[in-house]
């Protein structure tokens, strides 16, 4: 399996998506749907916003003393009786899951709860050499079966209605045509999925939150799947962000209480599994993930995004979200919080990302770390513009209206009102080529400005 | 006291109307209104794109025009909040420190620091409130849907002040419109899809206007409106605070 990369951005990939607005706006109400659960649950405790505030600062923490406390765990993890693994890159990470499964001879493995995993891509490198990979979430293994990543990180198949998984099981589980209630959908998926579970010896996990305290970790899902993975697998295999530590696990009682409320409006997820040590002739193996998470660390503008717990309620409340679907980021983890930390990992490539905002600032509101989301989208894009990325004729625009907007004088030589402004803002630039007018009129220009006005009258 | 007038550059070019509401508004509370008529662009346009250093003889130009004045008031949430964020200086940094804690948006102004509870104004129509993202979010000019936290409005607190005015309900109190300054442009599809998605939810409440503090908001909605020939009209709050039959 590979996905296909696109070089379009961000916009273009929106407006392709727009086209069957009818479309979009089913997309946007299940989206907004969700939102509104996730406020009624948020509102239901009126200790909410204490809750936000404490998590974030313990994030705080967590951040200020990832080193001591990554230590911590790692000691923790090897008194239990876990393999620790340390990977800098994604490549390295996927070496090491070949390198385990490869030692016991093992050539399937089943797959839940990661988003790590599909930021390593970790399903192609592991087929190309011929361990085939189960992503057991019924959202992911719908998006599996279609060959498309997933557009969400908790709703991985949010952008496709029920009819269109009927008919990719029809094509691919040989279901009737036109089955598309979702109850018999699900019904239909447990058969293949439970016959992979049984006979795959190797499961992989993602991780929500890593104790550093006690060396445990807990899987938070509504399915089971990653249970039902881990209970029966023979090498249990854990991948995480090194952002993913907690110290305490009387801390878990905050987050816990924030996560499924922030997701999808639940008191908290079906399942909260504690992994802490392998069964009796069981193997279990946790990987610690850099992957750019530490030069992110090193960025102070950008450092706390690292605190996020994956909930994606950003994404639920984001209005360019809910319109643009979540492929058109071209990222593993979209939206907004996709938005400040793609650029890190790749500048260049994600450039177009932090503009992909109108900064309306909803997402730093129902965001349970209280991160600053849409401060560092506005930080970002400075950055980007400062290291080049942005296109000549976009920075040879941006200093036209610079010089013509920071100068009264031009002011004076122009004509009628509205005329100045059409002349030298490029944005509202009176073309049939500009963007503007594609759907849109301009105001008409009134008589006079209100400086002529104020001139003429004197204020009177 | 003396408030020094901040009209934005757009307003000033297109929307002559709500600046002398605005500046008509404030006179009639008996504050002593300046209008520095050498006054340009706040700088957002270039910051917003990530220009922010693009934006320095911008900043430089609203110190040198307002850095007198007790107050400084405009009608448009917007640029406030980003003046308010960003105005800094390398010449004069004192100065624009100081210009920073004197802004003030209209209606926080007139809620907050003139404390108005009366307007004789009257506004016989069904009025939608689109609040702007900067200033709900940014300046605080009503509580945000997204916190466990109790509801006020400063506009709607003056609105309910006018006479005859209708307000209606909305299916969403505060979503963004999609303006988004460059983005309206930039990501054109994006931006008119969310503009229509906003006004829709107005017309269908059955508003005969959408009212906001920012115009840009406005100037956005009213441009799909218009394309779209409907009769529902855009209208700054200081025009509606202003009115009189």
């Known amino acids: 399996m590979s996905y296909q990369t696109t070089t379009k951005d961000h916009a273009a990939l929106a407006e392709a998506f727009i086209k ?25 405790i009126p200790e909410w916003e204490e809750l936000r505030e404490a998590a974030s600062q313990i994030k705080s923490n967590v951040i200020s003393n990832l080193h001591d406390y990554l230590l911590q765990f790692e000691a923790n993890l090897k008194k239990n009786g876990i393999v620790v693994h340390w990977a800098d890159t994604p490549q390295e990470h996927n070496e090491i899951v070949y390198a385990i499964l490869k030692a016991k001879e093992i050539n399937q493995m089943v797959k839940s709860k990661s988003m790590l995993t599909e930021e390593c891509g970790l399903n192609e490198y592991l087929e190309e050499r011929g361990i085939g990979v189960i992503n057991s979430d019924l959202g992911e293994y719908i998006q599996q079966i279609d060959n498309e990543p997933p557009s969400h990180i908790v709703l ?23 089955l598309s209630d979702p109850t018999k959908l699900t019904r239909v998926a447990r058969k293949p999925l439970r016959n992979v579970f049984m006979p795959r010896r190797a499961a992989l996990t993602g991780v929500n939150f890593a104790v550093a305290e006690t060396g445990e970790y807990v899987v938070c899902t509504n399915e089971g799947n990653a249970d039902m993975g881990a209970h029966l697998s023979e090498v249990q295999i854990a991948s995480m962000g090194l952002e993913k530590i907690i110290p305490q696990k009387k801390h878990l009682g905050i987050f816990l209480r924030l996560l499924a409320r922030s997701a999808t409006g639940q008191p908290i997820t079906i399942y909260s599994s504690h992994f802490k040590k392998p069964r009796e002739g069981q193997e279990m193996h946790l990987i610690l993930v850099n992957a750019g998470r530490t030069r992110q660390l090193g960025r102070p503008d950008f450092q706390n995004s690292l605190k996020c717990i994956k909930c994606g309620a950003c994404m639920n409340t984001c209005p360019v979200y809910r319109k643009s679907g979540g492929l058109s980021y071209h990222n593993t983890i979209s939206g907004p919080i996709g938005a400040i930390l793609a650029p890190n990992l790749d500048m260049k490539r994600h450039a177009d990302l932090p503009f992909a905002s109108t900064l309306c600032g909803s997402c730093s509101n129902v965001c349970p770390v209280k991160i600053n989301i849409h401060d560092q989208l506005y930080k970002w894009r400075q950055e980007i513009v400062k290291e080049g990325h942005a296109s000549s004729t976009k920075v040879f625009g941006m200093k036209a209206m610079a010089w013509t907007l920071s100068s009264s004088d031009k002011l004076d ?8 402004f059409m002349q030298n803002v490029p944005f509202v630039v009176n073309n049939k080529l500009n963007p503007w007018y594609k759907q849109r009129d301009m105001p008409e220009g009134p008589k006079e400005t209100f400086t002529e006005w104020y001139l003429r009258t004197n204020g009177d | 006291m003396n408030v020094g007038l901040f009209i934005p550059c757009y307003v000033n070019q297109f929307y002559p109307n709500a600046a002398r509401a605005t500046l008509e508004l404030l006179r009639k509370s008996g504050v002593n209104v300046g209008y520095p008529t050498r006054q340009i662009c706040c700088g957002q346009p270039m910051a917003n794109s990530g220009f922010e250093h693009l934006a320095q003889d911008c900043n430089n130009t609203f110190i040198d025009n307002f850095a007198e004045f007790d ?123 969310m503009g229509k998605d906003r006004v829709r939810d107005h017309t269908r409440s059955g508003a005969e206007y959408i009212t906001s503090s920012d115009l840009s908001c406005l100037m956005h909605m009213e441009g799909i409106l218009h394309r779209n020939k409907s009769n529902v009209k855009v209208i700054h709050i200081s025009e509606i605070l202003n009115a009189s039959i």
């Open chain 2, 71 to 193: 107050y400084i008031v405009g009608p448009s949430a917007s640029c406030i909040l980003h003046l308010k964020d960003h105005l800094h200086s390398d010449t004069q940094e004192a100065k624009a420190t100081e210009i920073r804690g004197k802004l003030y948006e209209l209606v926080e102004f007139l809620t907050d620091g003139l404390k108005i509870e009366s307007l004789n104004a009257t506004f016989p129509h069904k009025e939608g409130l689109h609040h702007s993202c900067h200033g709900l979010r940014g300046l605080h000019l009503a509580q945000m849907s997204e916190l466990n936290a109790p509801p006020f409005s400063k506009p709607e607190k003056l609105l309910g002040m006018v006479k005859d005015l209708e307000q209606v309900r909305l299916g969403r109190c505060d979503e963004c419109c999609g303006f988004g300054g460059v983005f309206s442009v930039s990501e054109e599809a994006v931006s008119v899809k």
């Open chain 1, 20 to 44: 069957d607005e009818e479309r979009v706006d089913w997309h946007d109400g299940a989206l907004w749907y969700i939102r509104e659960k996730r406020d009624i649950a948020s509102k239901g």
């Open chain 1, 413 to 420: 030589k122009a004509g009628r009102a509205g005329r100045w």
């Open chain 1, 156 to 178: 991985p198949c949010i952008h496709k209605r029920k009819e269109e998984i009927g008919e990719l099981f029809h094509e691919h589980l040989g279901t009737e045509k036109g």
